[in-house]
Each structure stands twice: as C-alpha cells, then as structure tokens.
Antibody
Framework: QVQLVESGGGVVQPGKSLKLSCAAS????????VHWVRQAPGKGLEWVAV????????HYLDSVKGRFSISRDNSRNTLYLQMNNLTSEDTAMYHC??????????????WGQGTLVTVSS | SFVLTQPPSVSVAPGQTATITCGGN??????VNWYQQEPGQAPVLVVY???DRPAGMPERFSGSNSGNTATLTITRVEAGDEADYYC???????????FGGGTKLTVL
C-alpha cells in the first residue's frame, strides 16, 4: 500500500523556522519525483516545491524561493521541507505528494494527509 | 506564470451530468490532470494526461482538452461526488506546477 505520512508541523512565530518530513512506504521511493503542496484554511491547492527522483533538480514557487528548501534522503525513504523566515502567508496544511514518474512534469498519483503549519505570534 | 481558470461552483441533480471547465491559454497543448478533494481529505487523482483514468476510477469520470479549455465530465452524478475539483498542469516555461482555483461541485 503506497503511503505518505507527513510530520513536523506546528505553531511557529513569524520569522522562525520549521522542518517538515514525509515518510514514504509501499513503493520504490528513489524512482519518483515528490512534491510539497499546501492549502491555506478554506483556500485552494497551492504547489510549493518539487524534487526529482535523484535530488538533482529542484523547483520552487516564487514566493518561497530563498526561504524554503526541499530535499530527500532516498536511503531513508524520506522527503523534507526546510522552511525559514516564515510569515503568516505560509500558514497552511502541507501535503507531501508523489509524482507518477521520475520527473516533476507528471501527474500526482498519491497524496499524504498533510501536516498543519500555523505561523502566529 | 500559466494561469488556470475554473468556475467557483457547479451544481447538478443526482443522475445528471456535471461539466467542470478549466481555462488556460492554449491549454490544449498541455497535459491536464484533475483531482477530487472531499472535505477534510487529501486530494485524489481522477483523470490524468487529459483523459486517462487511474486504476479503479469509475468510467463516469472522463476528461477532454482542446484549444483554451480542458473539461472534466462526471456522468450519472451521485451524492458521493460532491467535492472540490482542481485542474493542474506543468508549466514548462517556469518549471512549476500550476493548479486551478478549484470548483465546488454541489449535488442538489
């Protein structure tokens, strides 16, 4: 059973940092690109970042460039999102999501349930 | 970046056909994916590559894409189809994923 389980969310003050993790199981993690997609309360889906199967290519939403960093550890079947200098605009449920291929330009065939990040003083 | 435009809401009676559109400049040249999201749940892929269905997805769900509009069609709508639906493409110009704003499907 293909599964993605996010962790690391919580309440954080503006300007602070947080690191999210996503544990993958049920498939060969190292063969697929993976994304982070967020959803602010009551809003639509917003893509955040993607990393290729081998970690060599990373792409980001403009508003998080320079603040967020996506990475992966294929030996641990884990995806990460390091978030720095957080603002209230980053408050959202963050979903880990698996591409159906090794590259980013493909459909997302599996989603995690998400971890909630709240940026508030 | 590439912009995808969806109607905020669509309403349909049970048993009827729901049509959800996704507009974008020459979207017909791109591969469009569609996701269903029920309240409090993670999204689920319902159509990929314009018109293909994932294994196990009912044939009631179908997609098409041409010109400036992609369309998700749900035939014989059921109460369980009530959800938010999002279209999505890969914007190769900016190397990023783009989602439409989402359409809330209400089953009357």
């Amino acid at each position: 059973q293909v599964q993605l389980v996010e962790s690391g969310g919580g309440v954080v003050q503006p300007g602070k940092s947080l690191k999210l993790s996503c544990a993958a199981s049920g498939f060969t993690f190292k063969d697929f690109a993976v994304h982070w997609v967020r959803q602010a309360p009551g809003k639509g889906l917003e893509w955040v970042a993607v990393i290729s199967f081998d970690g060599s290519k990373k792409h980001y939403l403009d508003s998080v460039k320079g603040r967020f960093s996506i990475s992966r550890d294929n030996s641990r079947n884990t995806l990460y999102l390091q978030m720095n200098n957080l603002t209230s605009e980053d408050t959202a449920m963050y979903h880990c999501a698996k591409s159906s291929h090794e590259v980013a330009a493909a459909d997302i065939d599996t989603w995690g349930q998400g971890t909630l990040v709240t940026v508030s003083s | 970046s590439f912009v995808l435009t969806q109607p905020p809401s669509v309403s349909v009676a049970p048993g009827q056909t729901a049509t959800i559109t996704c507009g974008g400049n020459n979207i017909g040249r791109k591969s469009v994916n569609w996701y269903q999201q029920e309240p409090g749940q993670a999204p689920v892929l319902v159509v990929y590559d314009d018109s293909d269905r994932p294994a196990g997805m009912p044939e009631r769900f179908s997609g098409s894409n041409s010109g400036n509009t992609a369309t998700l069609t749900i035939t014989r709508v059921e109460a369980g189809d009530e959800a938010d639906y999002y279209c999505q493409v890969w914007d190769s110009n900016g190397d990023l994923v783009v989602f439409g704003g989402g359409t809330k499907l209400t089953v009357l």
